[in-house]
């Protein structure tokens, strides 16, 4: 792992302007790692967290030890108009994969609201085991720049440096969610849907209301891959996707076995941040 210098603002300096540098929160292990691990080296770091308002309630406590950690504050950016908001403005019909109005008017134009018009350096958390790209700003001024890939961090480097900080990792992870974000988020897995029923049953309870009242707005929605919560949620159905999640983990498991190590600490893992 490297503790070298570093630094972007070269990059920045085409326009003249001396840039900002901004990294966004996501209540998730990469970005919180990448604060800790910029912290001493970039000490005009603005950090912001893009509150959508349908957070676990844990993360605000884990954006709060973060910050006691960074010594500095981390700015909540949590956006004029609320997720029901703009639920309405899109006419009940709820944010999926293939219409993710969510993360645009959650996450991007509120970070787009902070950032203005000046340059800016975006530190951003993808490390260098994951094989996907951002979901970012494309706006000429902000400069998205990549330090984990850049340094060749990879997820047991991620794990190390929110241990050694005493942060640790994010309370999601504790019971097996894979990600941040909204309690709904429609990229949770189906054992992640079981979890968050047996972990945080009033969530999952909300989440399914926002299925319910989507049929009030003639939309035939389901959040998980085309199964309704209220299937989902019967006992038997829960064994069957717990049984299921054992089975595919047993093969994995004996596949892992013959893969480099890189791959077993986390090529085959999602990224944490689902806005990434
Ligand atoms: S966490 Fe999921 S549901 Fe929430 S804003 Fe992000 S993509 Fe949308």
């Given at each position: ?12 300096a ?10 966004s ?47 500095k ?7 004029e ?7 309405a ?6 944010p ?9 008017m ?6 787009e ?6 340059p ?14 951002g ?7 902000i400069?998205?720049v990549?330090?984990?890939?850049d ?5 047991a ?5 929110l ?24 990229y ?18 909300l ?9 009030q707005h ?59």
């Amino acid at each position: 792992m490297s503790h070298g210098p570093i630094s972007y603002a070269h990059l920045g300096a085409a326009s003249g302007a001396e840039p900002r540098h901004i990294l966004s929160l996501s209540g998730g292990k990469d970005s919180a790692a990448l604060a800790i691990y910029l912290r001493d080296r970039i000490p005009a770091m603005e950090y912001i967290f893009h509150d959508t308002g349908k957070e676990l309630p844990k993360t605000y406590d884990y954006i709060a030890r973060l910050e006691a950690i960074l010594d500095k504050a981390i700015v909540c950016t949590t956006p004029e108009d609320s997720f029901d908001h703009w639920l309405a403005v899109y006419r009940g019909m709820l944010p999926s994969n293939h219409r993710r109005w969510c993360t645009r008017m959650l996450k991007l134009k509120p970070f787009e609201a902070y950032v203005g018009d000046g340059p800016v350096i975006n530190y951003v958390g993808l490390r260098a085991d994951e094989n996907r790209t951002g979901y970012i700003s494309t706006k000429p001024n902000i400069l998205a720049v990549y330090p984990f890939q850049d340094d060749g961090l990879v997820r047991a480097d991620i794990i190390r440096i929110l241990e050694d900080s005493g942060l640790g990792l994010p309370p999601y992870m504790e019971w097996g969610r894979s990600r941040s974000g909204c309690y709904f988020c429609f990229y949770q897995q189906k054992i992640e849907w079981v979890r968050l029923l047996e972990t945080h049953p009033v969530y999952f309870d909300l989440a399914a209301e926002y299925e319910e009242r989507a049929v009030q707005h003639g939309q035939q929605f389901h959040w998980c891959q085309g199964e309704p919560l209220r299937e989902l949620r019967r006992p038997e159905r829960v064994q069957q996707i717990h049984e299921n999640w054992e089975r595919s983990e047993a093969r994995r498991e004996a596949t892992r076995k013959n893969l480099p190590l890189v791959e077993t600490l986390g090529g085959l893992e999602p990224g944490d941040d689902p806005h990434l």
